[in-house]
């Protein structure tokens, strides 16, 4: 009998200290308060654990960063942006990654692991819907400032305890209009870019959002292709470094020619990590082959099962893209369980 209760009173400790454990202190905050920085660029927000945010979702996190177990230099990685809507004129990035012995303590995550991961994160808990660009969303995680954003991420731990989890508020509610912005709004007359510390104009204004770039040219188009960086100019001069996704159109399709719109999503990354006042670039994820915008539109025309170039025809080249993909599969999509 006094076993039991020495093993009830165990259990009871023990389970007591988990709850303990779990009670992060969450704060709920907008885009603006958590991408708030110093003169130099750098990271403020630091009240609570972890914070709630939502927004609307801009991207598929495999469209910018290869998920595949043992990819990169990171293993698999995934990221995607979430747009602030109203007066909260900022956005957010989440992160996770396989390898993050690389740059913290933590252990990495096993193949088998980050797919489960994977698939936990792209999907509602509570409905199994999978997000989509224009959902509007709501996460709860811990966060980390990185060469000029704060993210929410896992803090590069692989514990449990560190998950961040997105819950769906409205599926496909639409992505918002792109703002238009001149590159003289982003870059000075010396082609330096413009960085505003208090994030109420230039190139910390539009961060993590969706923004539109108008006649522009691409001057490298020898760049062009998945994951590369292209650079477009304006008629004054001013230049900006579109940073390619993996969107098959980088490849399926050959690079605008001539004065084109760029659509895309502003970002960050630093070439200092105290300074961050540089490293700005725009990131289109994928590119549908219309010639006069480079962005993905997201609808196709044409009704043909089977046309995966979207040249309204079926033939060989179509059937040669389907063969050279075949049975690949994306992570974290397909076999959830
Ligand atoms: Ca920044
Ligand atoms: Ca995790
Ligand atoms: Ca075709």
């Keep these: 009998m006094k076993k039991i209760n020495l093993i009830l009173a165990f259990i009871i400790f023990t389970s007591g200290a988990a709850a303990f454990a779990d009670e992060a202190v969450v704060a709920e905050v907008t885009h603006t308060q958590l991408q708030a920085v110093t003169q130099d660029g750098y990271g403020t927000y630091a009240a609570g ?3 709630t945010i939502s927004g609307i979702l801009l991207n598929a996190p495999e469209q910018i960063l290869d998920p595949t177990p043992g990819s990169g230099d990171m293993g698999g990685e995934w990221q995607v942006y979430i747009q602030g809507e109203g007066d909260d004129h900022a956005g957010t990035a989440l992160w996770l990654g396989q390898y993050y012995s690389k740059v913290s303590s933590s252990d990495d995550y096993k193949d088998e692991e980050l797919l489960s991961e994977l698939c936990r994160i792209n999907r509602d808990p509570s409905t199994g819907y999978i ?18 954003k704060t993210n929410i991420n896992e803090k590069h731990e692989k514990d449990s305890f560190f998950d961040f989890k997105i819950e769906l508020i409205k599926p496909a509610a639409g992505l918002p209009q792109p703002e238009v912005v001149k590159l003289d709004e982003l870059k000075d007359i010396n082609d330096e870019y413009i960085f505003d510390a208090e994030r109420l104009s230039g190139c910390e204004y539009y961060q993590s959002r969706l923004i539109r770039i108008e006649n522009v040219e691409v001057i490298d188009p020898e760049n062009w292709g998945s994951n590369g960086t292209i650079t477009v100019m304006d008629s004054n001069g001013h230049t900006f470094p579109v940073r390619l996704g993996l969107g098959a159109g980088f490849t399926r399709y050959d690079c605008p020619a001539g004065k084109i719109d760029v659509v895309g999503i502003m970002d960050q990354e630093s070439s200092g990590y105290l300074v961050c006042k540089d490293g700005y670039r725009l990131w289109v994820a994928n590119y549908d082959g219309n010639s006069l915008v480079l962005t993905d539109r997201g609808y196709k025309r044409g009704n043909l099962t089977g046309d995966v170039n979207g040249n309204f025809k079926i033939d060989l080249d179509d059937v040669s893209e389907i063969i050279e993909n075949w049975l690949k599969s994306v992570p974290g999509l397909c076999d959830c369980y």
């Design 49 to 51: 654990d972890k914070v």
């Design 131 to 148: 997000f989509n660009v224009g959902d509007r969303i709501r996460v709860t995680g811990w966060y980390k400032f990185y060469k000029g």
